[in-house]
């Protein structure tokens, strides 16, 4: 790999917005996930489309890697440069190109953010429901097909993108989709590229739905005697269609660190719920009667009500920081998060079968999740410098992972594969990974697109 004519021919094109300083190239090297650093050889800060093409026509000319980067929040290994390469940070790719209140859609640049969207549209009486916690991009979204704490009402990133800017391996620019609330024109483009973590094209642009901002929004808090109670309230729940905006799950030593972190007053470390309901100001109170009858037959604690604004946000944002009150349970020690789907019906039987395994294990792994959609994710704590902790986390792991896929479930239900996964999404489907490849293939030939995620060539 011959990098010196990209990084003069890059230097000239973008300016100052490139560079090869160690410091910039260290920061771009990794996610949120526990895997080392893999700096990219230059990282590059395109502001348009056409940048962006122009950036990967030198690199593919070259058979330079590629790797896109978006806010740095992903979990599984997605954005570390492991050939070396450019990083093509688009996050000063910024702009909410137009909102069309009326179809209840929009178009973003990729490095939009999910809080600078709704920021944007504060005042339009819209909003953009989809919410993995961290302030991610929209970008990094499609890539990685997230979903969050809203995706059991409204689904997660595969439906809400209507359309795609992408440029392509070799440099052209295409469109997929549209604004169209359904098409059977062609190939479904958009779909391939939504959850495609940067291995077949980067995503410039992005056609989002939207929502109205309901009526009525209220959130309630349920802890029960135990983690059976809680989840079957949940599947309850959802068999029944009760149309609920979000059900996050907190096993007891979770709870027990959101309190001590979040400072929530007024509860216990015990499994516990967090509802919220969204609708008009009967809708929303018919939903909670219907959740609150399921929870008192199944032992749940009196629901404790955060109907106003600024109460629902201390209660999700304190969710939100469930990694950091992990962490904060054993100071000094790192922290794997992963994740796991199963259908509804055995969303029981995987948590409790998985609490088992953690305290078998001697590990400190609270629980936590989306399981509207059965969905769930650990927090494993270990001592970076401790191998043999590392190798009961990864163990651990493996054997969730595994059992999620037993039961009809998924490796993943929203961090994706990146390098972490890769393994995992053999055994899940078997020889469609060989399809996979043959996509990869024919979408990116030279294998410069986010080389070493997803598939193996």
Same mark, same amino acid.
């Given at each position: 790999?011959?990098l010196? +004519?990209v990084?003069?021919?890059?230097t000239?094109?973008?300016?100052d917005r490139?560079?090869?300083?160690a410091?910039v190239?260290?920061h771009h090297?990794?996610?949120?996930?526990?895997?080392?650093?893999?700096? +990219?050889?230059m990282?590059?800060?395109?502001h348009?489309?056409e940048?962006?093409?122009?950036?990967?026509?030198?690199?593919a000319?070259?058979?330079?890697?590629?790797?896109?980067f978006?806010t740095?929040?992903?979990?599984?290994?997605?954005?570390a440069a492991?050939?070396?390469?450019?990083c093509?940070?688009?996050s000063?790719?910024?702009?909410?190109?137009?909102?069309?209140?009326?179809d209840?859609?929009? /178009?973003v640049?990729?490095?939009?953010?999910?809080?600078?969207?709704?920021e944007?549209? /504060?005042?339009?009486?819209?909003?953009f +429901?989809?919410? +993995?916690?961290?302030?991610?991009?929209?970008?990094? =979204?499609a890539?990685?097909?997230a979903s969050?704490?809203?995706a059991?009402?409204?689904g997660?990133?595969?439906?809400?993108?209507?359309?795609?800017?992408?440029?392509?391996?070799?440099?052209?620019?295409?469109?997929?989709?549209g604004?169209?609330?359904?098409s059977?024109?062609g190939y479904?483009l958009?779909?391939i590229?939504v959850?495609?973590?940067?291995?077949?094209?980067i995503?410039?642009?992005?056609?989002?739905?939207?929502?109205?901002?309901?009526?009525?929004?209220t959130?309630?808090?349920?802890?029960y005697?135990? =983690?059976?109670?809680?989840?079957?309230?949940?599947?309850m729940?959802?068999?029944?269609?009760?149309p609920?905006?979000?059900i996050?799950?907190?096993?007891d030593v979770?709870?027990?660190?959101?309190?001590?972190?979040?400072?929530?007053?007024?509860y216990?470390?015990?499994?516990t719920?967090?509802?919220?309901?969204?609708g008009?100001?009967a809708?929303?109170?018919?939903q909670?009667?219907?959740?609150?009858?399921?929870?008192d037959?199944l032992?749940?604690?009196?629901?404790? *009500?955060?109907?106003?604004?600024?109460?629902?946000?201390?209660? *999700?944002?304190?969710?939100?920081?469930?990694y950091?009150?992990?962490?904060a349970?054993?100071?000094?020690?790192?922290?794997?998060?992963?994740?796991?789907?199963v259908?509804?019906?055995?969303?029981?039987e995987?948590?409790?079968?998985?609490?088992?395994d953690?305290?078998?294990?001697?590990l400190?792994?609270?629980?936590?999740?989306?399981?509207?959609?059965?969905?769930?994710?650990?927090?494993l704590?270990?001592d970076?410098?401790?191998k043999?902790?590392?190798g009961?986390?990864?163990?651990?792991?493996?054997?969730m992972?595994?059992?999620?896929?037993?039961?009809?479930?998924?490796?993943?239900?929203?961090?994706?594969?990146g =390098?972490g996964?890769?393994?995992?999404?053999?055994a899940?489907h078997?020889?469609?990974?060989?399809?996979?490849?043959q996509?990869?293939?024919?979408?990116?030939?030279?294998?410069? =697109?986010n080389?070493?995620?997803m598939v193996?060539?």
């Open positions: 790999m011959n010196e +004519p990084v003069a021919k890059l000239r094109l973008f300016g490139a560079t090869t300083a410091s190239r260290d090297g990794h996610g949120e996930g526990y895997f080392p650093t893999r700096a +990219p050889d990282v590059i800060f395109p348009t489309t940048e962006v093409s122009d950036a990967v026509k030198v690199c000319l070259h058979n330079v890697p590629i790797v896109p978006g740095g929040t992903s979990l599984e290994g997605h954005v492991v050939e070396g390469g450019v093509i940070d688009l000063q790719m910024n702009s909410v190109v137009e909102v069309n209140d009326e209840l859609d929009c /178009r640049q990729a490095g939009v953010t999910r809080k600078q969207l709704n944007h549209l /504060r005042d339009t009486g819209l909003f +429901p989809i919410d +993995p916690g961290a302030d991610a991009s929209i970008g990094g =979204m890539s990685t097909r969050g704490t809203n059991v009402r409204y997660t990133m595969r439906e809400n993108v209507m359309g795609l800017t992408v440029v392509t391996a070799d440099g052209r620019i295409i469109k997929t989709g604004r169209a609330r359904k059977s024109a479904d958009t779909r590229f959850g495609a973590e940067g291995t077949l094209g995503i410039t642009e992005v056609q989002l739905r939207l929502y109205g901002i309901p009526e009525a929004i959130s309630a808090v349920c802890q005697p135990d =983690m059976e109670s809680a989840v079957n309230t949940v599947i729940t959802i068999q029944l269609g009760i609920v905006a979000r996050e799950f907190l096993d979770q709870m027990q660190a959101c309190i001590d972190y979040s400072k929530l007053e007024g216990e470390g015990k499994p719920l967090f509802f919220e309901f969204h008009t100001e809708g929303a109170a018919e909670a009667e219907q959740v609150k009858a399921i929870s037959d032992g749940g604690s009196a629901f404790q *009500w955060t109907a106003k604004a600024e109460d629902r946000t201390h209660l *999700w944002q304190a969710r939100h920081d469930a950091y009150a992990a962490l349970l054993a100071p000094g020690k790192k922290g794997i998060a992963t994740d796991a789907c259908p509804i019906s055995r969303l029981a995987a948590i409790l079968d998985t609490k088992k953690i305290e078998e294990s001697g400190v792994a609270p629980i936590v999740g989306h399981v509207g959609d059965g969905n769930f994710h650990l927090v704590l270990y970076e410098g401790d043999e902790e590392l009961r986390c990864k163990a651990l792991i493996e054997r992972n595994h059992r999620a896929i037993a039961m009809g479930g998924t490796c993943t239900g929203e961090h994706g594969i =390098m996964k890769k393994h995992f999404l053999v899940e078997g020889d469609a990974v060989s399809y996979m490849r996509v990869k293939k024919a979408f990116d030939p030279e294998n410069i =697109m080389p070493g995620k193996s060539l």
